[in-house]
């Protein structure tokens, strides 16, 4: 769940494709007692060299350039962005949602799934796997109202963010 006071900031870093880096940056952020709350990695050149990590973490404004200088230092970063000060953006994220139900429970669960656009991708006499997509808080609060009528279990992939526009990062 993030953070209520503070802002929540996506940082695409573009990275060197070799192994330990995730570790690396993850390391870095561990050892200075900053919290990851989403982290996706994909490679983004057709020859596989470059990774772009995307990272959420939320902090105050001053950490925040504390974080995006100490990814600089590293050595495999190629450059890191924040997104959220850099403006207009797109950001999704999806989730697998197990729900249990018969009965009622069964016909709003499907109800649910119907006003937030989640997708059934599996089901059984008694429980759904519903696919939902969209920013952090439509499924936040999909979850939410999940709970009500039987969760079982959710997997929910990183944030993914790209900048609005003609720009490229």
């Given at each position: 769940?993030?953070?209520?006071?503070l802002?929540n900031f996506?940082r695409?870093?573009?990275v060197?494709?070799?192994?330990?880096?995730?570790?690396?940056i993850?390391?870095?952020f561990a050892?200075?007692?900053y919290n990851?709350?989403?982290?996706?990695v994909?490679?983004v050149?057709e020859d596989?060299?470059?990774?772009?990590?995307?990272?959420?973490?939320?902090?105050?404004?001053?950490?925040?350039?504390?974080?995006i200088a100490?990814?600089?230092?590293?050595?495999?970063v190629?450059?890191v962005?924040?997104?959220?000060?850099?403006?207009?953006?797109?950001?999704?994220?999806?989730?697998?949602?197990?729900v249990r139900?018969?009965?009622?429970h069964?016909?709003e669960?499907?109800?649910?799934?119907?006003?937030?656009?989640?997708?059934?991708?599996?089901a059984?006499?008694?429980s759904?796997?519903?696919?939902?997509?969209?920013?952090?808080?439509k499924?936040?609060k999909?979850?939410?109202l999940?709970?009500?009528v039987?969760?079982?279990?959710?997997?929910?992939?990183?944030v993914a963010?790209?900048?609005?526009?003609?720009?490229?990062f």
């Amino acid at each position: 769940m993030r953070h209520a006071t503070l802002p929540n900031f996506l940082r695409p870093v573009t990275v060197t494709n070799e192994p330990g880096i995730l570790a690396r940056i993850a390391g870095m952020f561990a050892g200075r007692g900053y919290n990851i709350e989403s982290l996706t990695v994909a490679e983004v050149t057709e020859d596989e060299t470059v990774s772009r990590i995307t990272i959420v973490t939320s902090a105050a404004p001053a950490t925040i350039d504390q974080i995006i200088a100490q990814l600089d230092r590293l050595p495999p970063v190629h450059r890191v962005h924040d997104l959220t000060a850099e403006g207009a953006h797109v950001e999704r994220e999806l989730a697998l949602v197990k729900v249990r139900g018969t009965g009622d429970h069964r016909i709003e669960a499907l109800r649910l799934a119907e006003v937030y656009r989640a997708r059934v991708v599996d089901a059984t006499i008694s429980s759904f796997v519903f696919e939902v997509t969209g920013g952090t808080e439509k499924i936040d609060k999909f979850l939410e109202l999940m709970r009500e009528v039987g969760l079982v279990e959710v997997a929910r992939t990183g944030v993914a963010a790209i900048s609005r526009g003609h720009s490229t990062f």
